[in-house]
């Protein structure tokens, strides 16, 4: 029924007279056969700009999502069209399409439930399955414009579910369209879609929780032609997701009382007489869509001067969380400061920061000018997790909104580059050791964070991997975000931070609205540097190698040693004497403990104050230093100035010869409290 | 109300009174826990020692040092130093079972117990307090785990709502309540416990039952006592805290040590300040009245004698 009344509806009146006003859809010209080839001539994808601040389109739109979706609060669905019109950029003629539907990972056999069962996953344990944790996605009907040769277009019978990375005959998160028509290149094509899509209670940043639900993923969405092929993956427990650029138009229908977010910029509401109302959206130069509702959204306004205009902020907050809504503003606007400056301008009119609701897997999660957050009640000023989740979230705007890597197979392009900015933009918001935690006493920092989450599990992959091949949800974890981080910041100490901060610069600039790959990042590097970083790209990047250096002893003796002393009384005696003409040997060894060949500078302090520095290529397993001066050795530090980040441990990264207790002592403390509290506390009440 | 008063004041009375008991509590605390924190101090030491980043755990914390050397395999496993830890832990409240019998002892005492009397009433009510500590295990035990089933439950339900704070509002309430159960529960078996060591009595259960009457016959009274010195104690435990963190700077590892111990010794004393308050109500409420032999020419009135122990003839103090 839904799929009639699409039918006969004119696709442009989708969007409002403002849409239109902003910038009329223009139509492509089609190849003289395109008609002939199953395209329709009279399809375009609208060069709109409403949106953006920008006068033309900012990336090579593919396709155009025109839907419009009615949610029922009750059964946490939503009943919907959908047209997509697709242009074909790939140079050659497309017999298929592959659709992502996504809602179906979350069926007892999908593929993400039995990876996440196996390897883990970020909120849910699928130790046990509840029905309300059922999701799903079904197109009821699809029909092709144009390719009426078979029932008036209506190609459902011709869908056929596909699971290319794993042959899971149960997963459908994958369908394919064979097309009765192949289409031509530079040719569009139009499909009219019904789905019904059911929310799972909140999975992997989607869904219902109580009376709030984040719809993302919802739709079906086309796969992407990329490197000469389709590339539509099945959705797997450690994988996030991938589409091309385009425009969307769409129209939510939900209960009056919702309080409603979604990409894009809000171009229509109104009230329906049925105590539900519609609001339309309007996206340019994106390539998803999410939107979310729920009754009890306080709502807190700003406007943001960007580079390109002004930016809409909108802050969706928990009641619970009203007092946190000028800390999320801040950030956010600090953050913004900071990407601008550094890596280049905003484009977009609006972003939607939502506090999502608590207790929910709906937070910390990204979609183009959409973006969640999360906090708690109870969140002392020094603990930034609200900052620290808005700050990573808002840098996927840039590492995934506009440069649009693929994140199945180069995860750590989105989230590890992110990491890495997160680091950089934290550092310089919160303070280099107290980004994440500045309380009574207690600080910590997001790049010891990200180096900690990496050496949690430094041996097990390699960074560019496919996500979905990690060892574990922990490995992915700590492989995509903490050891890119880690590797990238190592690597701003290589060719040093200006440097860096440039060729992030060039990179964002020369692949925003596209989808590089990862050798585009790293040539970019080198191009900038202009120097060749094979040697660590091949060990950091696509290698497992793991780096443990370590000062291994420091040694001196006075080179009489072997003179011997009447008695002690005189050997003390010229001990004193010759206090300041003892001429000692010294020797600093260090040893490369693992397998990651890297220079590295080490520090060495003498007792009368000299410093020397001294670099090793770390070819050999190890090296010894050996010094003969009228001074001992008293400390050598390896990597003085901090710049290798992937050292598994810093422990041994220095060796002072005079032991200090204090810190164990202050640590021993600690415990030792904590130990009798316990056994007293015990006491109190068992006798 | 005096009476509440009379509580409170005779059982604090007692317990400063006798001082050296807490004081010896908390250094047999001390040692046992020395021994069970050494496997972790030895570890800190053989990595921190030399290492210039332990620097960032004595000036200041930075948490992610410590997550690091917790991390590093020759550090060896926090779980299994915390089970030493608890060993120890385990071993403190043994000792505490095996020297109360003295304490009570000591408390009911109008004179400074000597050290034979001491011990001798540690070793006449051994097994009598493990008897008691295992019923009291079972019976606090079984409330325990009902009581926090059914809080749990609760916020769980509680969790359904879209008041974010209500769960931890139901959690608090019903630790309110726990606490509140429970400290009756230690009541009735502070009772028995003061019971069996002052009257001697080797039916355990009979002070079981006689506990259990008196702690719902002056109920109000003597939850009141315990719920007042609990909060002195809570009072002890966070200003103690604050001071710590306010006062002490991060890299005067001693004056820690000496602010923490002070703590744990203050920390000692509503404890044994409620182990007086069940002595003085035993002593008010719960003495075996001593009938004499009736005598037609004497008031036949019944006597009431302390069963405290006499005196010993060698008063060294312990």
């Known amino acids: 029924m839904a799929l009639t009344a699409l039918v006969n509806r004119n696709p442009t009146t989708v969007t409002a007279a403002a849409l239109q006003a902003s910038a009329p859809a223009t139509k492509a010209p089609l190849p003289a056969k395109g008609a002939e080839n199953g395209a329709t001539a009279e399809f375009s994808i609208p060069d709109t700009t409403l949106a953006i601040n920008s ?39 497309l017999d298929h399409f592959p659709f992502h539907l996504y809602q179906n990972a979350f069926q007892p056999n999908a593929t993400f439930v039995r990876e996440a069962k196996i390897a883990g996953n970020r909120d849910t344990s699928y130790d046990k399955w509840e029905a309300k944790e059922y999701g799903s996605e079904t197109i009821k009907n699809i029909e092709v414009v144009g390719q009426g040769d078979m029932a008036q277009g209506d190609l459902t019978g011709q869908l056929q579910y596909i699971a290319p990375d794993d042959g899971n005959k149960d997963d459908k998160t994958v369908v394919d369209l064979h097309m009765p028509k192949p289409i031509a290149p530079g040719a569009y094509v139009q499909f009219k879609i019904a789905f019904q899509t059911k929310f799972p209670e909140t999975q992997a940043r989607s869904g219902w929780k109580r009376d709030f639900v984040l719809g993302g993923q919802w739709f079906p969405k086309v796969g992407v032609w990329w490197n000469g092929a389709w590339n539509c993956h099945q959705y ?21 009382y919702e309080v409603v977010g979604a990409s894009g910029v809000m171009v229509d509401e109104k009230n329906n007489p049925d105590n539900t109302k519609t609001v339309t959206y309007h996206g340019d130069d994106i390539h998803d869509f999410a939107w979310t509702a729920s009754p009890r959204y306080k709502v807190r306004e700003s406007v943001y001067q960007s580079q390109m205009g002004p930016i809409k902020l909108r802050f969706l907050m928990q009641p619970a969380h009203w007092s946190q809504a000028e800390r999320h503003e801040k950030i956010t ?35 183009p000018t959409f973006i969640t957050g999360d906090s708690s009640w109870f969140m002392p000023a020094g603990m930034y997790v ?17 440069v649009a890597t693929n994140e199945f197979e180069d995860a750590w392009m989105d989230e590890g580059i992110n990491s890495y900015t997160e680091v950089k933009v934290l550092d310089s918001i919160l303070g280099k050791n107290t980004s994440i935690m500045n309380e009574a006493g207690v600080t910590m920092g997001e790049r010891e964070e990200q180096r900690l989450s990496y050496t949690s599990s430094a041996d097990r992959d390699p960074i560019a991997q496919k996500a979905y091949d990690y060892y574990s949800y922990g490995s992915y974890g700590g492989i995509t975000y903490g ?48 120097k060749n970083l094979r040697w660590y790209f091949d060990q950091a990047i696509y290698g497992s190698q793991v780096m443990d250096y370590e000062v291994s002893s420091v040694d001196s003796f006075p080179v009489n040693w072997y003179e011997e002393k009447k008695d002690k009384k005189d050997a003390k005696k010229d001990a004193k004497d010759a206090k300041d003409d003892t001429v000692y040997q010294s020797y600093v060894s ?41 001074a001992k050795v008293v400390s050598a530090e390896l990597d003085p100035d901090h710049k290798v980040q992937i050292d598994r441990n810093d422990f041994n990264n220095s060796f002072v010869v005079e032991a200090n207790p204090r810190p164990t002592n202050k640590l021993s403390t600690y415990w030792l409290f904590a130990t009798q509290w316990v056994s007293q506390a015990l006491a109190w009440w068992a006798v | 109300m005096s009476e509440k008063k009379g509580l409170l004041s005779s059982g604090w009375g007692m317990a400063i009174h006798n001082k050296r008991y807490i004081f010896w509590f908390w250094l047999l605390n001390l040692t046992l826990a020395e021994f069970g924190t050494a496997a972790f101090r030895q570890s800190a030491h053989a990595i921190l020692d030399h290492s210039m980043l332990a620097d960032r755990l004595l000036h200041g914390f930075d948490l992610a040092v410590m997550i690091g050397l917790f991390a590093r395999p020759e550090f060896g496993s926090m779980a299994a130093m915390s089970t030493v830890a608890g060993y120890f832990a385990f071993l403190f409240l043994l000792f505490t079972a095996l020297f109360l019998p003295g304490v009570f002892q000591g408390y009911a005492s109008t004179y400074r117990l000597p050290r034979e009397d001491f011990f001798r009433a540690c070793g006449r009510n051994l097994w009598r307090f493990i008897r008691l500590m295992i019923v009291a295990g079972i019976v606090m035990g079984i409330f325990a785990v009902v009581l926090f089933g059914i809080s749990g439950a609760l916020v769980k339900k509680a969790g359904e709502s879209t008041n974010e704070v209500l769960p931890f509002e139901v959690h608090m309430a019903g630790l309110a309540v726990i606490f509140l159960v429970m400290t009756v529960l230690r009541i009735w078996f502070d009772l028995a416990e003061a019971d069996i060591v002052l009257n001697d009595q080797r039916a355990v259960r009979k002070s079981i039952g006689a506990g259990f009457r008196h702690t719902f016959r002056a109920f109000w009274r003597l939850l009141t006592s315990y719920v007042v010195t609990t909060v002195f104690a809570a009072v002890i435990l966070v200003g103690g805290l604050w001071i710590w963190m306010r006062l002490v700077g991060p890299e005067h590892w001693f004056d820690a040590f000496i ?5 744990l010794i203050l920390l000692l004393i509503p404890r044994f300040w409620q182990r007086g308050i069940a002595v003085s109500y035993w002593q008010q409420n719960m003495v075996v009245p001593v009938v004499t032999y009736p005598s037609p020419f004497l008031d036949p009135k019944p006597v009431v004698a302390v069963v405290a122990a006499p005196p010993s003839p060698a008063p060294e103090a312990v």
Request: hydrophobic content about 35%; aromatic content about 14%.
């Open chain 1, 55 to 93: 006068d033309k389109p900012m990336s090579q739109r593919v396709v155009h999502y025109e839907i419009d979706a009615k949610y029922d609060a009750a059964t946490h669905t939503v009943d919907a069209t959908e047209v997509l019109t697709y242009h074909n950029l790939t140079g050659q003629a």
């Open chain 1, 236 to 256: 797997h427990a450690m994988t996030e997701f991938f589409a091309d650029f385009g425009v969307y138009d769409v129209k939510l229908t939900v209960p009056q």
């Open chain 1, 333 to 367: 606007t600090e953050t913004l400061d900071h990407f601008e400056k550094w890596y280049g301008p905003y484009p977009y009119k609006t972003l939607t920061v939502v506090d999502p609701e608590p207790d929910s897997a709906a937070g910390g999660m990204e979609y």
């Open chain 1, 386 to 402: 609200p900052e620290l989740v808005v700050e990573h979230e808002f840098g996927h705007q840039y590492w995934y909104g506009m």
């Open chain 1, 483 to 530: 050891k890119t981080a880690s590797v990238l910041v190592t690597l701003e100490g290589i060719i040093g931070e200006d440097t860096m901060a440039k060729a992030m610069h060039v990179y964002f600039m020369k692949y925003r609205f596209t989808h590089p790959g990862k050798e585009d990042f790293l040539k970019t590097i080198e191009e900038v540097s202009g």
């Open chain 1, 590 to 630: 260090l040893h490369r403990k693992e397998d990651f060949v890297m220079p590295v500078e080490v520090e060495i302090k003498f007792d009368n104050g000299e410093k020397l520095r001294e670099q090793w290529d770390g070819k050999s397993r190890w090296v010894r230093f050996s010094y003969q001066k009228k």
């Open chain 2, 259 to 263: 602010v923490s111990q002070i703590i």
